[in-house]
């Protein structure tokens, strides 16, 4: 959920990491590694798709995160 306090709404919202430095929190938090080339570039398209706004994006990131056949077999 987008909830003040929740992990994506404390990544979306610090003013110290820049948006390629939040993509690879997610895929720490999610996946234990940084995303790949590809990854990076998707994610930056979702947040073109989102107009730059983070919380939304990032959101669509970490949710296809969480349907990675990676995080499926890991968790």
């Keep these: 959920g987008n909830q ?3 992990m994506l709404a404390r990544v ?4 110290k990491m820049d948006n390629a430095q ?4 997610l895929y720490l938090a999610g996946l234990s590694r940084v995303p ?3 990854e ?3 994610s930056n398209e979702l947040l073109v ?6 919380g939304p994006a990032l959101q669509d990131i970490w ?11 890991i968790h």
């Design 4 to 6: 003040p306090g929740s």
């Design 12 to 15: 979306a919202t610090d003013t």
């Design 22 to 25: 939040k993509i690879r929190y």
């Design 36 to 38: 790949t080339k590809r």
């Design 40 to 42: 990076l570039a998707v």
């Design 49 to 54: 798709a989102r107009k730059g706004n983070v």
């Design 63 to 73: 949710w296809a995160v969480l349907n990675t056949n990676e995080f499926i077999l």
